[in-house]
């Protein structure tokens, strides 16, 4: 799945677009390296997302398609 895609459906950001544009800007990395929107999610995957004044940084547990809101955020679990 594509990296935009997998963080609005896991709920990290609330639109496709931001997303887009938050990996454009260099505001997300993975596994340490800026990522682009096109990047292939995989299980195991270290996600830095930069916006506003804090950031997040996450793994990959899961990859769907959908996810209703009670499951998203079992799609990833926070890193320390």
Same mark, same amino acid.
């Given at each position: 799945? %594509?990296?935009?895609?997998?963080? /609005? $459906?896991?709920?990290? &950001?609330?639109?496709?677009? =931001?997303? @887009?544009?938050?990996?454009?800007?260099?505001? $997300?990395? *993975? @596994?340490? /390296?800026?990522? %682009?929107?096109?990047?292939? =999610?995989? &299980?195991?995957? &270290?996600?830095? &997302?930069?916006?506003?004044? %804090?950031?997040?940084?996450?793994? *990959? =547990?899961?990859?769907?398609?959908?996810? %209703? /809101?009670?499951?998203?955020?079992?799609?990833? /679990?926070? $890193?320390?």
């Amino acid at each position: 799945m %594509r990296l935009d895609k997998y963080l /609005k $459906v896991s709920r990290l &950001i609330k639109r496709r677009t =931001v997303a @887009n544009e938050a990996c454009d800007g260099g505001l $997300v990395s *993975v @596994n340490g /390296k800026v990522a %682009r929107a096109s990047y292939e =999610v995989k &299980i195991g995957d &270290i996600l830095e &997302i930069n916006l506003g004044s %804090r950031g997040v940084k996450v793994q *990959v =547990v899961a990859v769907e398609d959908n996810a %209703r /809101k009670e499951t998203a955020s079992a799609m990833y /679990k926070e $890193v320390l």
